[in-house]
């Protein structure tokens, strides 16, 4: 069925879905690792692209594909690359985009692994890479230099929900000549569509919104251009970081509910958010659907709502922070984000402990930092748990 015409909600239910011989009302998983050929000449065909038949997984796979077209028309995207997590969709960005003697410019609150990796591994290979606060463009202005080939922003970013102006960066872009590559994994495309705004580029950890549900780790990319697609792919296809039929599957089982999840997960934090501002042991709250954060009126402008992520500091600081998590019983200590269930973690000594401390504090991860992931249980519930957690402290 054609729903490149049909709404949202329509094309997570129907988009990349195909019919197979039986009729079968899901797409089935593929568990193949090869694909037979009708004949030698078609095996040749197929690899020289004569022919678009399968070949191999790790080149491609049916309910791969159902994947990767489903997330490109949610996205208003050319066309999507599965990965076997947000970090291989990451790193593939990386190796297709940037070379030796190349420098790239990216939000310095990003998921910890996502900056790591280049610090830490792409250095090595000479690639020069800027971490600024990307919330103020004029931060991006004063770090390109004339070998700067690439714009990587997170928004919100992870963990301190800064935002960035898609639409402003797109234009510093432009005049530059940089890929614009936006991680949209707090947003999902439900509430924040890049490319519409000018990105070149969006990226995906699927193992949080758009699974939904805790149980994959998966990774997404969506271009704009079909160039810069094969591009990409290739470097997808060759490092081996694909995404598994399996995997597949129960993603494409996932997103199906992505609207009705963030509906409810979002009005959630709404009301937590203003639990938790009004409470007198916490310190500061990070929630874009307040009107006490510093981005809220480009949050109401650029997001379709405010989503299910936050982040918040006690009095007590860290070890505040600490008994807190501790003593949380419906809320899961745990890393990750964007499941049916509520999470709670702290990231300067979790998902942000690879980074260090001085350029931790730059980006703004202070110590007292907790990142909560409100999911989709009862909210009275969820505040509840919150409540007796704090009265302790
Ligand atoms: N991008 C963002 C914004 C993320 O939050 C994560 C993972 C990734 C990319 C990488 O995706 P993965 O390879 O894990 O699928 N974020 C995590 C977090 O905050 N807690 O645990 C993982």
């Known amino acids: ?57 790790r080149i491609g796979n049916p309910t791969i594909r159902a994947f990767e077209q489903n997330i490109a028309e949610l996205e208003n995207g050319f066309d999507g690359i599965a990965t076997s997590s947000g970090m291989g969709a990451i790193s593939s960005v990386y190796m297709a985009l940037l070379s030796a003697g190349s420098h790239i410019i990216s939000s310095d609150a990003v998921y910890g692994p996502a900056r790591g990796v280049l610090e830490q591994d792409f250095s090595r290979f000479n690639v020069d890479a800027s971490f600024v606060n990307t919330s103020k463009t004029e931060n991006i202005q004063a770090a390109l230099k004339p070998n700067t080939r690439v714009l990587y922003i997170e928004t919100p970013a992870n963990p301190t929900m800064e935002i960035t102006d898609i639409a402003a960066c797109a234009k510093i872009a432009k005049e530059n000549n940089l890929i614009l590559v ?75 509910t992505l609207a009705l999840r963030i509906e409810r997960a979002q009005e959630n934090a709404l009301k937590i958010a203003n639990f938790l501002q009004s409470h007198p042991k916490v310190e500061w709250i990070k929630y874009p659907g307040l009107t006490t954060h ?100």
């Open 1 to 57: 069925m054609k729903t490149k015409d049909k709404g949202f909600n329509t094309k997570l239910i129907h988009a990349g879905a195909f019919e197979d011989e039986f009729g079968s009302a899901t797409v089935p998983i593929y568990q193949t690792s090869t694909f037979k050929f009708k004949s030698a000449q078609h095996g040749a065909d197929c690899f020289s692209g004569k022919s678009d038949g399968y070949i191999y997984t």
């Open 294 to 393: 510093p981005q809220y009126e480009l949050a109401k402008t650029q997001m379709k709502g405010f989503g299910s992520m936050m982040s918040f500091g006690l009095k007590g600081g860290y070890d505040a922070g600490k008994k807190l998590m501790d003593n949380v019983h419906l809320a899961l200590l745990a890393v990750s984000l964007g499941g049916v269930e509520t999470l709670i973690q702290h990231p300067a000594s979790m998902t942000h402990a690879g980074i260090s401390k001085e350029n931790k504090l730059a980006a703004g991860i202070t110590d007292d930092l907790i990142r909560f992931s409100v999911g989709i249980e009862d909210v009275e519930d969820i505040i509840e748990d919150l409540k007796q957690g704090l009265l302790i402290i």
């Open 182 to 256: 936006v991680d949209n994994t707090f947003c999902s495309p439900y509430l924040q569509k890049p490319l519409d705004l000018g990105a070149d580029v969006v990226l995906h950890s699927i193992t949080k919104f758009i699974n939904g549900h805790a149980d994959i780790v998966g990774g997404v990319i969506v271009t704009k251009d079909p160039v810069l697609y094969k591009k990409i792919r290739h470097s997808m296809v060759y490092i081996g970081c694909n995404m598994d039929p399996t995997q597949a599957f129960m993603v494409l089982r996932g997103v199906r």
